[in-house]
């Protein structure tokens, strides 16, 4: 809309007339006032959080949080609330590990699961057909399925690794495997297939044709399912609560313990949830575009 | 695709291949090379990983430096590893190696994949016929004990609810929302799609404390709905009618809204516009127009979103777990399989539970290999 203004003066030669939009269609008022209603609606949780989080810990305790907007001078603005969390809760310590599991747990699957896509997008085999089957039928497998089973290979009877950050990389590394190899061939089934066709006519190996010509192609899709895998790793509660030590813990975890324990501030909590919001927010701030694109091609088209 | 790339690339490649190649016989050297590196990298990759879980006083403790030779270990150890692999298959003389590469490059992958989801799911499987502590077979008795439960009968009850409900509401909402963001300026759309869409990527944790803490709290002075309604009720509590699944089932749809709308928005703008235009000139409303023109047409689009909700639907966990704990007759049964491994300890009777939840996926997964079949075969 403010867009629509700004750039009034340079269209106004062309025959733009009022109740009209930049690109000729009908400006609809009613759409307008639903939409800006249903925006802040939307919003109004999240927002309400974060302005409840600046408030003194008596203004939470006894006023609801819509009297930021009816009465914004007396709510006791401060950030003790960050600093009490930040410092009694540790939560810096766990922002740090939610780092540590998240990064590495987003990129070690696309390397694997690259080379898989490679050979299901440009290569023909027998049972090609069955074994993508496999891959779109095990990404509905609810990850339930694999909890016990795993605590007990991973655990002190079995590999030991349980408890460590080695061991939720490989955890999410497996998870994430086959939506990313979906999306992954997906995407490159789409790249022309000339460009692979020609590179092994000068001799290039798979190898190097995958380095040189697929994988740089390929970086839109990469970056896709990159957005969408670092969100799910930092939001995800169950495999991070099972299988990190207390020491290790991430801040989605920490949360849910606040929430948990009895008598706990109100203001702690709110306080902790937004800290744990804040990095998904920036990302999807910055990054939506590839967020949008990864939930357009992750999910399953019918 | 497959049938015709099949065609071509056969008859180039020994065409040209034989002038670089020398024939491409067997080459040892190579193969050993290969085999050699393949073993090696496999070996350190692994020992690198078991030395990050066993010893971290080699890294000072520092997490960080853990987290850096984690990812610089496992790409680098994937890049080589693949590149010895191609080393050795390309050794081979090249018709056996034409064969073999597909399936080198697959292997780690599927063995991901195996390890990871296939083992476990067999295993789980293997555990529901087993006792509380997985040593000794015990039949059916897990089942029947489950059953015969009356809390699994509440927590099936509540997924059909959760089934039910959420799914539709949740296209619903964004085929409303997408509806009316589409009439909007581009930069009007954006702006309120972006704001939609923003609870899509905050964690189910931090959703669940915004709505207990501000909205559903007990507390009429703190809580948005009871200072609304006047009232002071404990909402996550009061199971008349299940209105606190109800009230649960809100916060997920306002979490997958942005998702429905950003997937249907789309789908609405693919639409050709000369279809609503002889609609309109026959005479149709706009409401018309929505039901017997777009509606068939994105029908695609809302059975992609409905089944994407109700795979999430099914494994819903997180909300439930942090703010009722199932109490209040709330229980689903992914949480109740979590209570029944860990607070319980049954193991049996938990692996049971999962194989009930299989089996409610099983008809989704069926669907989507059909559907992804007939899209290919088109």
């Not at chain 1, 930040?86 to 810096?92: E, K, T």
């Not at chain 2, 490649?13 to 016989?25: H, K, L, N, S, T």
Request: glycine share 8%; net charge positive.
């Amino acid at each position: 809309m403010s867009a629509a203004v700004t750039s009034a003066p340079a269209e106004r030669t062309s025959n733009r007339q009022p109740g009209f939009m930049k690109d000729g269609r009908r400006r609809s008022w009613t759409s307008i006032i639903v939409a800006t209603v249903l925006a802040a609606l939307w919003v109004l949780p999240s927002l309400a959080l974060f302005l409840s989080t600046l408030r003194s810990r008596d203004a939470q305790a006894s006023v609801g949080w819509w009297n930021v907007f009816t009465d914004p001078l007396n709510q006791g603005w401060t950030l003790d609330n960050y600093t009490g969390v930040l410092q009694g809760q540790d939560m810096g310590a766990s922002l740090l590990n939610t780092l540590v599991v998240s990064v590495p747990a987003t990129i070690l699957p696309i390397m694997f699961a690259a080379f898989g896509a490679y050979a299901f997008a440009f290569m023909n085999f027998p049972a090609k057909e069955t074994l993508f089957v496999i891959i779109v039928g095990v990404m509905v497998v609810p990850i339930q399925v694999a909890l016990s089973p795993m605590l007990n290979l991973l655990g002190p009877n079995g590999v030991g690794i349980s408890g460590q950050f080695v061991a939720v990389w490989l955890l999410h590394t497996g998870f994430g495997m086959p939506l990313c190899l979906y999306t992954l061939r997906n995407y490159m089934s789409t790249l022309p297939f000339s460009v692979v066709e020609s590179a092994k006519i000068d001799g290039a190996s798979h190898y190097q044709t995958f380095w040189l010509l697929v994988a740089p192609m390929s970086i839109p899709a990469i970056a896709a399912f990159a957005t969408l895998q670092f969100l799910w790793v930092w939001n995800d509660l169950l495999i991070a609560k099972l299988f990190l030590l207390p020491s290790n813990t991430t801040v989605v975890v920490r949360v849910q313990q606040m929430l948990g324990t009895q008598g706990q501030g109100a203001e702690i909590v709110t306080a902790g949830a937004f800290i744990s919001m804040i990095v998904p927010i920036l990302v999807f701030v910055l990054l939506q575009r590839f967020f949008v694109r990864g939930l357009t091609s992750g999910s399953v088209k019918g | 695709m497959t049938a015709a790339s099949a065609t071509t690339t056969e008859p180039t490649a020994p065409a040209r291949g034989p002038v670089r190649r020398g024939g491409a016989p067997a080459r040892p050297l190579r193969l050993m090379v290969g085999l050699v590196g393949l073993a090696v990298v496999a070996w350190l990759a692994v020992n690198i990983f078991l030395s990050l879980a066993y010893y971290p006083g080699w890294y000072g403790n520092s997490r960080v430096l853990m987290a850096l030779v984690g990812v610089v270990a496992g790409l680098g150890g994937a890049a080589l590893l693949f590149y010895f692999v191609n080393v050795f298959i390309e050794s081979l003389p090249q018709r056996l190696s034409q064969g073999l590469i597909p399936y080198a490059f697959l292997i780690p992958a599927f063995g991901l994949i195996s390890l990871m989801l296939l083992y476990p799911a067999v295993q789980t499987i293997n555990y529901a016929f087993a006792n509380r502590d997985s040593t000794a077979y015990v039949g059916l008795d897990n089942f029947r004990s489950i059953f015969t439960d009356g809390s699994f009968w509440v927590a099936l009850t509540n997924n059909a609810l959760w089934l039910i409900i959420v799914p539709v509401l949740t296209v619903a909402v964004g085929l409303f929302v997408a509806l009316f963001t589409d009439r909007l300026s581009a930069s009007g759309e954006k702006f309120a799609k972006s704001l939609i869409f923003l609870p899509m990527a905050i964690s189910f944790v931090a959703a669940s404390t915004i709505w207990r803490e501000l909205i559903y709290n007990p507390n009429p002075n703190l809580g948005a709905l009871n200072a609304i309604l006047g009232t002071s009720n404990d909402w996550l509590r009061m199971d008349q009618g299940r209105l606190n699944s109800l009230l649960m089932m809100v916060i997920l749809i306002w979490m997958q809204a942005g998702f429905a709308m950003i997937l249907l928005s789309g789908a609405i703008k693919g639409v050709p516009e000369d279809t609503l235009e002889a609609a309109r000139l026959d005479g149709a409303n706009e409401r018309q127009v929505f039901l017997q023109v777009i509606v068939p047409q994105i029908r695609g689009t809302i059975l992609t979103v409905y089944i994407t909700v109700v795979i999430l639907v099914l494994k819903v966990f997180d909300i439930i777990y942090v703010l009722t704990n199932g109490q209040s007759d709330s229980n689903v049964i992914a949480l109740m399989f979590f209570q029944e491994l860990f607070t319980a300890g049954n193991a049996g009777r938990a692996a049971a539970i999962v194989v009930v939840l299989l089996l409610l996926v099983l008809p989704i997964l069926v669907y989507q290999v059909r559907t992804f079949r007939k899209e290919q075969g088109r």
